[in-house]
C-alpha cells in the first residue's frame, strides 16, 4: 500500500539486546517504546493519538531515528538531532524542554525540574508529564530520580533506566 502523509510508520529496532519499536509520522517521531514491549503497546498508544491513522511498517523511514539510538547506545551520540512530532499540553511540553537541557550523564531530581521551569509547588504535576512522555531516551526522563537518589518511576520500568544511566556513566 502507499504512503500518505496521514500514514504513522513504525519499525522494531534491534541492536545488541535493545528491542525497542519506534513509531514516526511525516514531520517526526512520535514514539518510543519500552524494552521489550509487545506491538500492542504502541499500535494502542498510537491509535490514541493519532485516531483514524493509518499504521504501516516502514524500516527505511525510521532509519534516521534507528541509527541514532544504535549511536547513542554505542556511546556515540550524546544529543539527539532528529525531528520529533511530539504532542503533548503546554505544561507537558515545558516539562519536555527542560528534560532535553538535563546533559547527558547527569542527573536533576523531579524537584530540580519543578524548580528549573519556575514551578516549585508543582512536582507532582512534573512527574505526572514526565510519566506521559512519548520518546522514552529522546527525551531523557531517565535522567530524573528521585530526591533521595533512588531511580523512581519510569514507563519503560526501572531496569531499563538503570541501564541507560549506566550506559551514560560508563
Sequence with gaps: MPANDDDVFWTRLVHDDWRIYLAATGKGLCYIGSQDSPYEEMSAWLAARFPGRTLQQNDSKLEPYTMELIEYFQGNRLRFEAAVDCKGTPFQTEVWHALNDIPYGRTLTYTEIANDIGRPSAV????????????????PCHRVIGKNGALTGYRGGLEMKGRLLALETR
Excluded: E, S, W
Design 124 to 139: 507532582r504535576a512534573v512527574a505526572a508529564a514526565i510519566g506521559a512522555n512519548p520518546l522514552l531516551i529522546r527525551i
